[in-house]
C-alpha cells in the first residue's frame, strides 16, 4: 500500500476528531525516541531538518477528505513534525486549504531554531510535550538525541511562549509517580510559563517492538497484529490529585486522561 501522508480521522481526548497530516514519512524520524512512543522504536535519530513529504503531495492527500468535517487538523504523524523543513508552507497552504483550526504536536527540541517559531505561529494551537524536569529523567524517559539537553529545550519553549498568539498547550505523559520535589519543580516552570492549558496523560496504549506507521491513529491493543508491550502506568487517583495541585498552585486549567 501506498504512503498517505493523511490519516483518520483520529478522536482525541485533547481536541475532538481531528484529521490528522504527517509530514516525517514512512521512516519514523525524531529527536526523541521516547520509551512509551505508540509508533515504536524511532529508526533515525536527529535534529537537523529537512523535507520530507513535498508540500503539494500533502495537500493532493488532503483532497479526498474533503469537506473535512473536523474539528482541527494536526500535524504530529511519524515523529516530530518541526523537523520538516516546509512546516510554514504546510501549514499556511493546508489552512488555505481547508479553513479548519491547525495543532501542531511538538516535543520543543526545535523551539530554540527561529525558523521554527515563526512557522508555528501559523497555527491555532500547539501542544508542547515535557516529561522531564531534569536532564537525567529527559535521558530516562524521552531518550533524546546526544546534542539535545534540557536546558536549551526549556528556553527555546519560553521563547516561543513569548511571542506565540494561539492557544499553547504543555502535555505531559507521566509514568510513574513523581516524587514531591519533582512535582514542585514542574509547577514552578509552569508558573513562569503560563500557558493555557495543561495536559497530564499516562501511557497505556500499547507499544510496539518495531515502528507501525499504522500506530499514527489511536488503534486499541486488541487492534494490533504486531508485537506490542503494554506498558506500567500510574493510577487515576494519581493524576486528579496532581492535576488539582497544579491548578490550584498555578490557576492554569488542567485535563487529565489514562489513554484508552
Known sequence: MSFCSVYGPVNSWRFGRSLG?????????????????????????KTDRQVFISTEQILQDLLPFAPWDVDV??????????????????IAKVKEMTAKPLVVLTNGTLLKDPEVRAALKLTDRVAIKLDAVSDEQLRRVN??????????????????????????????????????EIESDYINRMKLLIPDEIQLNTPSRPKPLTHQLDARGNNQITDCDYPVNSLKCVDADYLKTFADRIQQQTGISVRWKISE
Not at 497530516?21 to 529508526?43: H, K, M, N, R, W
Not at 487538523?73 to 504546510?90: D, K, R, V
Not at 505531559?172 to 516524587?179: C, E, G, K, P
Open 21 to 45: 497530516i504527517d509530514p516525517i514519512g514512512t521512516i519514523s524520524t525524531c529527536s526523541f525516541d521516547c520509551v512509551y512512543c505508540q509508533l515504536g522504536a524511532i529508526e533515525r535519530l
Open 73 to 90: 487538523i494536526t500535524l504530529s504523524g511519524s515523529g516530530e513534525p518541526t523537523l520538516a523543513l516546509n512546516l510554514g508552507e504546510i
Open 143 to 180: 531518550r533524546p538525541v546526544a546534542e539535545v539537553n534540557l536546558s536549551e529545550v526549556w528556553q527555546g519553549i519560553q521563547q516561543f511562549r513569548a511571542d506565540y498568539p494561539g492557544k499553547l498547550a504543555v502535555q505531559s505523559m507521566i509514568l510513574s509517580a513523581w516524587n514531591q
